[in-house]
T-cell receptor, first 112, second 111 residues
Framework: DGGITQSPKYLFRKEGQNVTLSCEQN?????MYWYRQDPGQGLRLIYY???????QKGDIAEGYSVSREKKESFPLTVTSAQKNPTAFYLC???????????FGQGTRLTVV | GIQVEQSPPDLILQEGANSTLRCNFS?????LQWFHQNPWGQLINLFY???GTKQNGRLSATTVATERYSLLYISSSQTTDSGVYFC?????????????FGTGTLLAVQP
């Protein structure tokens, strides 16, 4: 099936550790995005990528890093510099930036 | 940047009732999407509607870009319609090269 796959669904991290969230798409989309959602709120953009080997900071990039070495993959690393990482993380893709975006099922990250 | 306001913030309906959700935005957009977030957190695409009117079954949407608002209509609501509805807008190639979300409308449909 075509779509966007995020893994894992649930992730627990100890304070001070870096963790990487996976996002893979087989839709042949050029653009990919990472959003963060906190309880009762909308989504805020962390990073986005319009094309392989290129990415841009969103509104809340501090404490996060990304890479885009392959068209299909856009992993997000939550570093120890992110002071409040507990949240729901959603990955999306679109054919080009600005066209209809589709989302994965999300990763729920909890710091313990 | 563009501000996105959704109303009402919360809505409780009896099964079978109709409803209208509104999305206002503060600047020109060339991308507008409506999503339904289910209880498991997944965002389901409802409409990609930067302008005009679209219908899909019991749901329809209208965007009046010149007046900077969009409406989502839900007719004959069902309990499975419950969840959060988000509007998201973007102005790609302009000042806001990203998809900006409103804070959503929480809909509860009671049997």
């Amino acid at each position: 099936d075509g779509g966007i796959t995020q893994s894992p669904k649930y992730l627990f991290r100890k304070e001070g550790q870096n963790v990487t969230l996976s996002c893979e798409q087989n839709l042949n989309h050029d653009a990919m995005y990472w959003y963060r959602q906190d309880p009762g709120q909308g989504l805020r953009l962390i990073y986005y990528s319009q094309i392989v080997n290129d990415f841009q900071k969103g509104d809340i990039a501090e404490g996060y890093s990304v890479s885009r070495e392959k068209k299909e993959s856009f992993p997000l690393t939550v570093t120890s510099a992110q002071k409040n990482p507990t949240a729901f993380y959603l990955c999306a893709s679109s054919g080009q930036i600005g066209t209809e975006a589709f989302f994965g099922q999300g990763t729920r990250l909890t710091v313990v | 940047g563009i501000q996105v306001e959704q109303s009402p913030p919360d809505l409780i309906l009896q099964e079978g009732a109709n409803s209208t959700l509104r999305c206002n935005f503060s600047d020109s957009v060339n991308n507008l999407q409506w999503f339904h977030q289910n209880p498991w957190g997944q965002l389901i695409n409802l409409f990609y509607i930067p302008s005009g009117t679209k219908q899909n079954g019991r749901l329809s949407a209208t965007t009046v870009a010149t007046e900077r608002y969009s409406l989502l209509y839900i007719s004959s609501s069902q309990t499975t319609d419950s969840g959060v509805y988000f509007c998201a807008v973007g102005n790609y190639g302009g000042a806001t090269n990203k998809l900006i979300f409103g804070t959503g409308t929480l809909l509860a449909v009671q049997p």
